[in-house]
């Protein structure tokens, strides 16, 4: 089992930035591929970028290629998005999530996080 909680999101005026964040509660946290999905009021759940479990791949969606990196620090068992140049239209709950695989699916994630708050004013 992976316990992940997510933390760092706010309030921020459009052209900010924010840094979220994504303790896991697994030590083999090394081992999984993460990712970060966001869900808008009325909207399906979106992907936003996903890392491989060792960190030298990434991928984003195109609405935020540019303006948002993925990291994670294994020794710290913690996942990262920074996201710059914020838009009002990135207002969503953001979630992390963790499977063994990248994928750029919600489904296909097994463990999720409670979500954090995004808001962009403009």
């Known amino acids: 089992q992976v316990q992940l909680v997510e933390s760092g999101g706010g309030s921020v005026q459009a052209g900010g930035s924010l840094r979220l964040s994504c303790a896991a509660s697994e030590r083999a946290f090394s081992r999984y591929d993460m990712g970060w999905f966001r869900q808008a009021p009325g909207k399906e759940r979106e992907f936003v970028a996903t890392?491989?479990?060792?960190?030298?791949?990434?991928y984003y969606a195109d609405s935020v290629r540019g303006r948002f990196t993925i990291s994670r620090d294994s020794a710290k068992n913690t996942l990262y998005l920074q996201m710059n140049s914020l838009k009002p239209e990135d207002t969503a709950v953001y979630y992390c999530a963790a499977r063994s695989g990248l994928s750029g699916v919600a489904r296909d994630y097994g463990y999720w996080g409670q979500g954090t708050q995004v808001t962009v004013s403009s």
């Open positions: 890392i491989s479990a060792s960190g030298s791949m990434t």
